[in-house]
């Protein structure tokens, strides 16, 4: 309804009322009244069921001859996902867009109105109406989020659990008196693209290709019956500034070099290297009796044959959360001031962070893949894990599943997940601080009443994240493993003032609900 209807609607109302009183108390003119009497009254009804109808949204329910309208409204107002992508074929979306489908979602055009964007690609470059978003709308990149995933900036961030890493032309020196001071160690030079990666003597280095590395190479691997590896972790992260990031925990995705490693040849990179015809976990003999007579995962068949040989496979994963957590933290500020041009922050990205081991179960990460492939075609047995891991996502992001009766879950009521109750934290502190009278503490800076707008979606957001995680188990803020030595003001020492105040409300939590602490 226009605005201008919409207020005066009451009054004009109540004009109709009046008018049709004083023609039936019109003496005067009785022909004229009993003639105008039904109209008039005819006139104030409809227009009275009218507003009726435009200002309450339920209001339809309420009548029985707008029923038909009503479900026609709502089989209108299912959600849409458009798919962004540079491919000629979509063979690698095939399991995005059978899960969208089940969830009820119906697909546009990229061009057309929708609810979620799935780009494969890179889309901020060419679609710059992305910085202002609808409030319904979401897209599963972060602008910036080439700092995490371009192979080049993120291997040459000096991080301890990162092979020591040179960007080339420009630290050639730095790399051959390196190389000079440590002639036992091996080297790959690597481009943006993942192609051509090979072991390299010194010499052999093109010094001149611009966005490319050279990296020390790790020469001792743990290995599975003779085979190299890596692991695929997906993560997710749904905030920036203040941070939040989750960790799938439903499966791991190893993938096997199809050459054992030794006798070792740096001619032959199958031994060393994972391509697209890895060899999958059930066709590794010592993990295929766990893998298909026993019904493991990827991960608890690793696990087992790990325990086999005697080692504690469990000290693997605190060191994978760790290098993700610590990873995403150093780059969040580059991707904060990428955002500061977008007016909307509806943004979520899945990656895929590859790691591997050496024979002492120390992690190492390789890198991060802004679009992680999701296609089952060479390896039909992975569909599983990728639906399930978009199961997860999607439920986490808000994008849930609909029935025939529920109608579009990105328009639920909110307070129906997340009222005032849920979000308020540490009562006695807001109270001895009068922290509803004045806001000019620290202390009441995570009270209700002296929470703007925009940090109160901040926390309703959290909120519902936690409730609909499935298995994605919180990275960021820092889980709770043991709530009596936990420090938070240690914690939070070194924190931006967001990353600070977030954590803080997590650990309020915490206090009172353990499934708030992990």
């Known amino acids: ?88 074929t979509e063979e690698h979306l095939v399991h995005v867009v059978n899960v969208l489908q089940r969830f009820g979602y119906r697909r546009v055009d990229v061009n057309d109105s929708w609810n979620l964007l799935w780009a494969h690609d890179y889309p901020f470059l060419t679609h710059p109406g992305l910085k202002s978003l609808g409030q319904d709308q979401v897209v599963n990149h972060f602008p910036g989020c080439g700092y995490l995933t371009n192979k080049v900036d993120l291997c040459t961030t000096q991080l301890p659990f990162l092979p020591r890493a040179f960007r080339l032309p420009a630290q050639r020196q730095e790399f051959l008196d390196y190389a000079r001071d440590n002639p036992q160690a091996l080297f790959v030079q690597k481009h943006n693209e993942h192609r051509h990666i090979k072991v390299r003597e010194p010499a052999d280095i093109a010094f001149g290709s611009n966005d490319s590395f050279v990296q020390e190479f790790v020469q001792r691997p743990y290995l599975v019956d003779g085979h190299k590896f890596d692991i695929g972790v997906y ?14 925990t439903g499966d791991v995705l190893f993938r096997y070099c199809p050459v054992k490693y030794y006798p070792f ?61 610590t990873t995403i933290a150093a780059k969040e500020k580059d991707i904060v001031n990428i955002l500061r041009s977008y007016r909307t922050h509806n943004f979520f990205d899945l990656m895929r962070f590859d790691l591997f081991v050496d024979e002492d179960l120390k992690v190492y990460l390789m890198e991060a893949n802004m679009s992680p492939n999701l296609s089952s075609a060479h390896f039909k047995p992975n569909s599983l894990l990728y639906e399930q891991v978009l199961y997860s996502v999607f439920n986490l992001v808000g994008i849930r599943p609909l029935s025939a009766t529920s109608g579009s879950l990105l328009n639920e009521s909110s307070e129906m997940l997340t009222a005032e109750k849920n979000l308020a934290t540490d009562l006695n502190k807001c109270a001895a601080h009068d922290c509803d009278k004045s806001c000019n503490k620290d202390e009441c800076d995570l009270c209700l009443a002296c929470l703007s707008g925009s940090q109160y979606k901040m926390l309703q957001q959290a909120h519902q994240e936690h409730l609909h995680r499935i298995d994605m188990k919180r990275l960021f803020p820092k889980p709770i493993l043991d709530l009596q030595s936990f420090n938070l003001a240690e914690e939070i020492t070194n924190m931006t003032t967001k990353n600070a105040w977030m954590t803080e409300w997590f650990y309020n939590k915490c206090q009172y609900d353990a499934t708030w602490c992990t």
């Open 265 to 325: 040849d740096a001619e032959n990179v199958d031994k060393y290297i994972v391509g697209d015809d890895y060899l999958p976990t059930w066709e590794v003999p010592s993990l295929r009796k766990f893998y298909n007579r026993f019904g493991g995962s990827m991960r608890t068949v690793f696990e087992a044959y790990v325990r086999d040989q005697g080692m504690d496979p469990s000290k693997i994963w605190p060191q994978v959360k760790h290098i993700v957590r």
């Open 235 to 248: 993560v997710v992260i749904t905030s920036v500034n203040p941070l939040r990031a989750y960790i799938y």
């Open 1 to 88: 309804m226009d605005d201008k209807v919409e207020d005066s609607a009451p009054e004009l109302v109540e004009s109709e009322c009046k008018l049709a009183k004083s023609t039936e108390e019109n003496h005067e003119k009785p022909a004229l009244s009993i003639g105008l009497l039904p109209i008039m009254i005819f006139l104030a009804a409809t227009v009275t069921t009218a507003v009726v109808v435009e200002l309450l949204p339920h209001a339809k329910s309420r009548f029985s001859w707008l029923s038909q309208d009503a479900a026609e409204d709502q089989l209108q107002a299912a959600p849409t996902y458009a798919i962004f992508g540079r491919s000629p």
